[in-house]
């Protein structure tokens, strides 16, 4: 999923997480739901449902007789199959009539109601002309298909869906999987039928209500559009290139999983990859193609997330950073400098100006989860990763790793294995860029003299980066004379490392990483202004926190530079926005109220961070 970068939801992203931990991720109950049957008649009137879900499920220890399923906000009538139930917050325990063992097919039928909740992304929407389910939250447990229907809410459990969705017979409704027709139910409703019949996450299902138009793509007849009736003109436009992605997805990972549609779904407020029907932000339906980023991020989700799901969201990334990654393979439609171009300036760049210091694997809080390093961070990881191992092992990992956990799921061990297979160890590539933090900081000297008809060049490298690790990389630099240049790969395995080569010239210039082969500080450029403080910045930090009446920010390695300063409430609206200068960093908090804030710390070359700030009352 994402926020689209340019327009104002990009804020939603880094700075409204909580910064609570993420819970319950590991729990799993003693069930395997195999099918959810949905049948949802929606009152946009007073924006209620009153629906019915049949939950199939085996259970996966014997003599089972009590388990939960998750519901959120919604009020259960009735549990057929049940002994007894009862809600207690977002769960709906269950006590069956008698114990059950993993050879039972059990069915519960569910009657629920009510007005369905929402995050300010996640969540189910009723809109001004559209209502519909967004399968993921961005702020506290990210799977939301308990905001639809009563289910066993694990990325890992995944079942096969049939959706009977009841609407004014104006409007259209559409879910996952393919069309298995519509009743007139000949009282001013339609009743629309639809079936996944291949396994799949809840949080990936979606019903959305809306006066759509459908349209078919000429060129790829798995392909329909789901766009507002008067947008057709500026969608006709918008999806031209869809046809070619998704066969460019498929020459590179695999011909497309799903026995059913493909298709992009017109939703008011950002993109959310549920299976076989992305939502789509209307605002990117504009008539051009300048959105083809995202349409290429969703749709490749539907290998990477969606038919090789993470286990946990911990391992999102494994959703992610290949979503990322995948929007600059698709770049490569256009050619190696197209691919190499989007990897440096919308990859590279924005994880490194949004000062996160943190390891891909197992984020903490929510806002770690949906972080640039999540996705921006991971995708500059498996870049390098495809220019250490060569396309081709690259790529057949990339297929046994797909093909042995489709339709599953995967944990980082898992990819790993798999590359390794191709390749041979990667424990020196993974330890850092995945299980540690940030990324180097590199200090280079060159010096060469002259030594019969050959120049000895000496090359010498060190690590600076605040962070405590080393990254172990071959490293390169372009040494360039009078007409003529040679390229040097540098095994950089130790620090304060120093090199020397013979070359047939006498050097003028020494470039080093002349082909952005490596995500460092040295994207940002060196020379001109100081973009980044020479040793790396580490995290800022607010003292004393909670506080009363003010607050300094502390941020080590920024001393010598100016701030702007936004300080967001929970709702992520600005109330303060100051410019501190380096000798003042007092907050003056004297007019704020109690409670908890975001304050978000951009400094002198765009490096930024977020702290939460907690005021008490006295
Ligand atoms: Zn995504």
């Given at each position: 999923m994402y926020s689209p970068r340019f327009s104002p939801m990009i804020l939603t992203r880094p700075l409204t997480p909580s910064l609570e931990p993420i819970y319950q991720q590991f729990e799993l109950e003693p069930v395997d739901v195999i099918h959810y049957d949905l049948s949802i008649d929606i009152d946009r009137t007073n924006e209620t449902i009153d629906a019915t879900a049949e939950v199939s499920f085996v259970p996966t220890?014997?003599?089972?007789t009590d388990f939960r399923l998750y519901l959120k906000a919604l009020t259960v009538s009735q549990v057929i199959g049940a002994a007894s139930f009862t809600q207690d917050g977002d769960s709906l325990f269950i006590t069956l009539p008698a114990p059950a063992s993993t050879g039972d097919t059990l069915t519960l039928v569910i009657d629920y109601s009510g007005a369905p909740a929402e995050e300010s992304w996640g969540g189910f929407h009723f809109h001004p002309y559209v209502t519909y389910q967004m399968?993921?939250?961005?702020?506290?447990?990210?799977?939301?298909g308990k905001y639809m229907f009563p289910c066993h809410d694990r990325p890992s459990d995944k079942a096969t869906f049939s959706f009977h969705i009841t609407v004014p017979d104006t409007l259209y409704a559409v879910a996952n999987g393919d069309s298995a027709g519509v009743t007139?139910?000949?009282?001013g409703t339609f009743t629309y039928h639809w079936n996944m019949n291949q396994p799949m996450s809840t949080y990936l299902a979606a019903i959305s209500v809306a006066d759509y138009a459908v349209l078919h793509d000429s060129t790829d007849s798995r392909i329909f559009y789901y766009v507002y009736s008067w947008d057709v003109d500026d969608a006709l436009g918008s999806f031209v290139n869809t046809d070619l992605m998704l066969a460019r997805y498929e020459s590179v990972y695999g011909a497309y999983p799903w026995d059913c549609k493909f298709s992009f779904v017109q939703t008011p407020i950002g993109d959310m990859e549920h299976l076989s029907q992305v939502y789509h932000?209307?605002?990117?339906?504009?008539?051009?193609?300048?959105?083809d980023w995202l349409l290429a991020h969703e749709m490749s989700h539907h290998w990477w997330g969606n038919c090789v799901t993470e286990q946990f969201w911990t391992d999102v990334w494994l959703s992610e950073s290949f979503a990322t990654f995948s929007e600059a393979v698709w770049m490569e439609t256009y050619g190696e400098d197209d691919y190499l171009d989007y990897v440096v300036n919308n990859i590279m760049k924005p994880y490194l100006y949004s000062g996160e210091l943190f390891p891909i694997v197992e984020p903490e809080t929510p806002a770690e989860l949906w972080s640039n390093t999540t996705y921006e961070k991971g995708a500059a990881v498996l870049y390098m990763l495809r220019l250490i191992m060569g396309d081709t092992a690259f790529f057949n990992g990339f297929g046994t790793y797909f093909a042995d956990h489709k339709y599953q799921t995967a944990t980082t061990v898992d990819f790993i294995g798999h590359m390794e297979a191709e390749y041979g160890e990667l424990d020196w590539f993974f330890d850092?860029?995945?299980?540690?933090p940030g990324y180097p900081v590199y200090d280079v000297s060159s010096s060469w003299v002259q030594q019969g008809s050959y120049w000895q060049l000496t090359l010498g490298i060190d690590q600076i980066q605040t962070a405590d690790n080393f990254f172990t990389m071959p490293v390169e630099f372009l040494v360039e004379g009078s007409g003529t240049d040679t390229l040097i790969t540098f095994?950089?395995?130790?620090?304060?490392q120093e090199e020397t080569f013979l070359v047939q010239f006498e050097p003028a210039t020494v470039v080093f990483d002349p082909y952005t082969r490596i995500l460092s500080s040295a994207v940002l450029g060196v020379s001109e202004e100081t973009i980044l403080p020479q040793r790396g910045v580490s995290t800022m930090f607010l003292q004393p926190n909670p506080a009363v009446s003010s607050t300094s920010i502390n941020w080590p390695g920024t001393s010598e530079m100016s701030m702007n300063v936004r300080v967001y409430d929970l709702s992520g609206r600005v109330v303060q926005s100051v410019s501190l200068d380096q000798y003042s960093r007092t907050l003056d908090l004297v007019n704020f109220p109690a409670g908890t804030f975001f304050v978000d710390v951009t400094v002198q070359g765009g490096i930024r961070q977020t702290a939460r700030l907690v005021i008490t009352g006295d």
């Amino acid at each position: 999923m994402y926020s689209p970068r340019f327009s104002p939801m990009i804020l939603t992203r880094p700075l409204t997480p909580s910064l609570e931990p993420i819970y319950q991720q590991f729990e799993l109950e003693p069930v395997d739901v195999i099918h959810y049957d949905l049948s949802i008649d929606i009152d946009r009137t007073n924006e209620t449902i009153d629906a019915t879900a049949e939950v199939s499920f085996v259970p996966t220890e014997e003599n089972l007789t009590d388990f939960r399923l998750y519901l959120k906000a919604l009020t259960v009538s009735q549990v057929i199959g049940a002994a007894s139930f009862t809600q207690d917050g977002d769960s709906l325990f269950i006590t069956l009539p008698a114990p059950a063992s993993t050879g039972d097919t059990l069915t519960l039928v569910i009657d629920y109601s009510g007005a369905p909740a929402e995050e300010s992304w996640g969540g189910f929407h009723f809109h001004p002309y559209v209502t519909y389910q967004m399968g993921v939250g961005f702020i506290t447990d990210p799977s939301m298909g308990k905001y639809m229907f009563p289910c066993h809410d694990r990325p890992s459990d995944k079942a096969t869906f049939s959706f009977h969705i009841t609407v004014p017979d104006t409007l259209y409704a559409v879910a996952n999987g393919d069309s298995a027709g519509v009743t007139d139910n000949l009282n001013g409703t339609f009743t629309y039928h639809w079936n996944m019949n291949q396994p799949m996450s809840t949080y990936l299902a979606a019903i959305s209500v809306a006066d759509y138009a459908v349209l078919h793509d000429s060129t790829d007849s798995r392909i329909f559009y789901y766009v507002y009736s008067w947008d057709v003109d500026d969608a006709l436009g918008s999806f031209v290139n869809t046809d070619l992605m998704l066969a460019r997805y498929e020459s590179v990972y695999g011909a497309y999983p799903w026995d059913c549609k493909f298709s992009f779904v017109q939703t008011p407020i950002g993109d959310m990859e549920h299976l076989s029907q992305v939502y789509h932000i209307a605002s990117a339906i504009n008539g051009n193609t300048n959105y083809d980023w995202l349409l290429a991020h969703e749709m490749s989700h539907h290998w990477w997330g969606n038919c090789v799901t993470e286990q946990f969201w911990t391992d999102v990334w494994l959703s992610e950073s290949f979503a990322t990654f995948s929007e600059a393979v698709w770049m490569e439609t256009y050619g190696e400098d197209d691919y190499l171009d989007y990897v440096v300036n919308n990859i590279m760049k924005p994880y490194l100006y949004s000062g996160e210091l943190f390891p891909i694997v197992e984020p903490e809080t929510p806002a770690e989860l949906w972080s640039n390093t999540t996705y921006e961070k991971g995708a500059a990881v498996l870049y390098m990763l495809r220019l250490i191992m060569g396309d081709t092992a690259f790529f057949n990992g990339f297929g046994t790793y797909f093909a042995d956990h489709k339709y599953q799921t995967a944990t980082t061990v898992d990819f790993i294995g798999h590359m390794e297979a191709e390749y041979g160890e990667l424990d020196w590539f993974f330890d850092t860029w995945v299980y540690g933090p940030g990324y180097p900081v590199y200090d280079v000297s060159s010096s060469w003299v002259q030594q019969g008809s050959y120049w000895q060049l000496t090359l010498g490298i060190d690590q600076i980066q605040t962070a405590d690790n080393f990254f172990t990389m071959p490293v390169e630099f372009l040494v360039e004379g009078s007409g003529t240049d040679t390229l040097i790969t540098f095994w950089n395995d130790s620090p304060g490392q120093e090199e020397t080569f013979l070359v047939q010239f006498e050097p003028a210039t020494v470039v080093f990483d002349p082909y952005t082969r490596i995500l460092s500080s040295a994207v940002l450029g060196v020379s001109e202004e100081t973009i980044l403080p020479q040793r790396g910045v580490s995290t800022m930090f607010l003292q004393p926190n909670p506080a009363v009446s003010s607050t300094s920010i502390n941020w080590p390695g920024t001393s010598e530079m100016s701030m702007n300063v936004r300080v967001y409430d929970l709702s992520g609206r600005v109330v303060q926005s100051v410019s501190l200068d380096q000798y003042s960093r007092t907050l003056d908090l004297v007019n704020f109220p109690a409670g908890t804030f975001f304050v978000d710390v951009t400094v002198q070359g765009g490096i930024r961070q977020t702290a939460r700030l907690v005021i008490t009352g006295d």
